[in-house]
């Protein structure tokens, strides 16, 4: 079936150091990629999406660029901050189905 | 910016008794769900609803469980007879329309413990 896989954590940065945060996906067609975050004690988020190859999703400082080649949708930013320590999930859904398919989570610690 | 409005935040109850977690969707969203995470697990989907029936439903969602839109505001998800292991964070979230497009809005939340 369809599946998310990410480097699992815990990952643990600088204050201002590059962040990536590998995801990678199995689908039979062409899904919809999001990366959702989690701050500590709250719900989900959603950071970014792209719902086509070669598209960009950005927020915050947070970018990730849909790969159909190699299947991939990692998230980047360049200069991390405390306040971005969370756990961090990319996800998937196709149009076949309505529902997110998660992957199992980054947890990310920045430190000062 | 409007949200998914989970109720209550942290739910204590005993094995076996009736729980009713509740949820006010965004106004104008048609499509709901409920997900849950069991500590350090993944986020697994349980059913989604549309037009006042469920349109898909997982394996985890078995006869225990049952969702309703009593009152065109607010959207439950009842579990009849609790167990140890229905012990997790539950997460409501809503749609405009297809997700694929349009994206999902996730509440903060209830964290259901059985005991």
């Known amino acids: 079936g369809d599946s998310v896989t990410q480097m699992e954590g815990p990952v643990t940065l600088s204050e201002e150091a590059f962040l990536t945060i590998n995801c990678t996906y199995t689908?039979?067609?062409?899904?919809?990629l999001f990366w959702y975050v989690q701050y500590p004690g709250e719900g989900l988020q959603l950071l970014l999406k792209a719902t086509k190859a070669d598209d960009k999703g950005s927020n915050k400082g947070f970018e990730a660029t849909y790969r159909k080649e190699t299947t991939s949708f990692h998230l980047e930013k360049g200069s991390v901050q405390v306040s971005d320590s969370a756990v961090y999930f990319c996800a998937l859904c196709m149009a076949s189905y309505d529902k997110v398919i998660f992957g199992p989570g980054t947890s990310l610690s920045v430190i000062p | 910016e409007p949200e998914v409005t989970q109720t209550p935040s942290h739910q204590v109850t005993q094995m076996g008794q009736e729980v009713i977690l509740r949820c006010v969707p965004i106004s104008n969203h048609l499509y709901f769900y409920w997900y849950r995470q069991i500590l350090g697990q993944k986020v697994e989907f349980l059913v989604s609803?549309?037009?006042?029936?469920?349109?898909?439903k997982s394996e985890i969602f078995d006869d225990q469980f049952s969702v309703e839109r009593p009152d065109g505001s607010n959207f439950t998800l009842k579990i009849r007879s609790t167990k140890l292991e229905d012990s997790a964070m539950y997460f409501c979230?809503?749609?405009?329309?297809?997700?694929?497009?349009?994206?999902?809005?996730f509440g903060s939340g209830t964290r259901l413990t059985v005991v």
């Open positions: 689908a039979t067609g062409y899904p919809s």
């Open positions: 979230a809503s749609s405009e329309g297809q997700g694929f497009i349009y994206g999902y809005t």
């Open positions: 609803f549309y037009n006042n029936e469920i349109s898909e």
